[in-house]
């Protein structure tokens, strides 16, 4: 039985009905489950090292900001990360060419396929795929919870007006 741990933001957009599909999906497909979710993304890196030994892989279900919020515990542990796109744009699944779609993207993790991935790193810090300075920072820093799952990718588009 594979045993990953499975890792959801609790401030991604309809986080409890993904967070329910994702169980049973991933639990059909063979996985034996350990589920954390968080409130703050800061405490994800402790998370993925407090499991470390108890699991082979980590699931993370969330956007851009919650996978790069887990960077250094998945380095650290050097545990493969499965992602389970569950943000507002989903930069990196995209780029990986991951499904957006729930069912697919666990397919996708069932299918045990691992690759290598670059990382940025900038003013001491780690990142996946975007390094941003200028308009666009300015824009993720307005952006809101509220204005995110209201407004989904447009979100972007009414923050920066």
């Not at 299918?111 to 990142?127: A, E, T």
């Amino acid at each position: 039985m594979k045993k990953p741990l499975l890792l959801v933001n609790q401030h991604s957009r309809k986080w409890q009905n993904l967070l329910s599909q994702a169980t049973v999906e991933l639990e059909a497909l063979g996985f034996e489950l350990i589920v954390e979710s968080t409130d703050h993304a800061r405490e994800l890196p402790d998370t993925i090292r407090r499991y470390q030994n108890r699991v082979k892989l980590v699931i993370i279900g969330g956007g851009d900001g919650t996978l790069n919020s887990a960077i250094e515990g998945l380095i650290d542990t050097k545990l493969p990360l499965g992602i389970l796109p569950m943000g507002t744009a989903n930069d990196l699944a995209r780029t990986l060419e991951i499904p957006t779609d729930l069912s697919a993207a666990c397919q996708v993790i069932a299918s045990g396929k691992v690759r290598l991935i670059d990382l940025g790193w900038v003013n001491c810090q780690h990142f996946f795929n975007v390094a941003s300075l200028g308009l666009s920072v300015q824009i993720s820093q307005r952006l809101t919870k509220d204005v995110k799952q209201r407004w989904g990718v447009f979100a972007y588009a009414f923050t920066a007006l």
